[in-house]
């Protein structure tokens, strides 16, 4: 069985973080496991409280794993400061860690920062060059192409900038904000849009973890970086279209649509 490794929060009520990514790998047929960055205690209305691990309790967790089940690919969420990211970039080159999916998480959708300035420039310094891919939305491409995205072509322009700068692969998300969650992939030689479509459902919380996780199963399994993203875009529409509605704020998406009990 194919393994993945997501190195990322907690999520204490499941929608978003390690638990939305081990119910995405699981239904993506891959064998999932963690490293903790952080537990958080959040739900769908907000985060009231974050306890971050240490650098070198997070080295130990990813040590335990990547020498005994190795992971074919890793995907990385929020780590929210600039030492963590660091152990993550030494522990990738050290077990030389192949398909790397960094979600780069530094500013949410509403706009607000969500990194330190010395952890962006150590997740650009340090992770970035590291990654297979990875998956900004729009704001976050915005800070690492430095420029402003309001259109399909500068979409286009900040992918092949960060491309040049970083030389990772790149998909710039879309989402309800730009357009019908069209993504925007280029992997230094060629671009590719993925169409999305509207699913009027309010409940998305853990949409950026799932996809990101998503895209690792695929490179878990093998495929090519563009069916990775191909099939994680079908998968996340599916979780959406469950229409599941759990919580009193943005609830979490029904990781499990395509699993029969």
């Not at 978003?16 to 990514?21: K, L, W, Y």
């Not at 890793?74 to 600039?82: F, L």
């Not at 030494?90 to 860690?97: H, N, Q």
């Not at 459902?201 to 199963?217: D, E, F, K, Q, V």
């Amino acid at each position: 069985m194919n393994t993945a490794l997501t190195i990322a929060g907690s999520d204490s009520c499941g929608g978003a973080g390690i638990q939305a990514d081990i119910k995405t790998m699981t239904a993506n047929g891959v064998y999932a496991m963690s490293a903790v960055t952080a537990l958080t205690a959040q739900n769908t209305t907000g985060v009231t409280g974050i306890m971050e691990v240490t650098p070198d309790f997070l080295r130990e967790q990813i040590k335990a794993v990547a020498e005994d089940i190795f992971p074919d690919a890793v995907k990385t969420g929020m780590v929210s400061s600039a030492d963590l990211i660091r152990v993550i970039a030494e522990s990738v080159k050290k077990y030389g860690m192949k398909n790397l999916v960094v979600d780069p998480v530094m500013v949410a959708t509403s706009g607000a920062k969500l990194l330190k300035d010395d952890a962006i420039q150590s997740l650009k310094d340090e992770l970035l060059p590291l990654a297979t891919v990875i998956t900004p939305n729009i704001p976050e491409a915005e800070v690492l192409a430095d420029c402003k995205i309001t259109s399909p072509e500068e979409m286009e322009q900040a992918a092949k900038k960060i491309n040049s700068a970083y030389g990772c692969a790149v998909l710039v998300k879309g989402g309800h904000s730009m357009n019908d969650a069209n993504d925007y992939l280029y992997d230094g030689t060629e671009g590719t849009w993925f169409q999305g479509k509207r699913i009027n459902n309010p409940n998305t919380h853990g949409t950026g973890c799932t996809l990101s996780s998503a895209i690792a199963s695929g490179l878990a399994k093998g495929k090519s970086l563009k069916d990775s993203v191909k099939d994680a875009k079908e998968y996340i529409s599916g979780a959406l279209s469950a229409m599941l509605d759990l919580g009193k704020g943005s609830g979490p998406m029904n990781h499990a649509w395509n699993i029969k009990a």
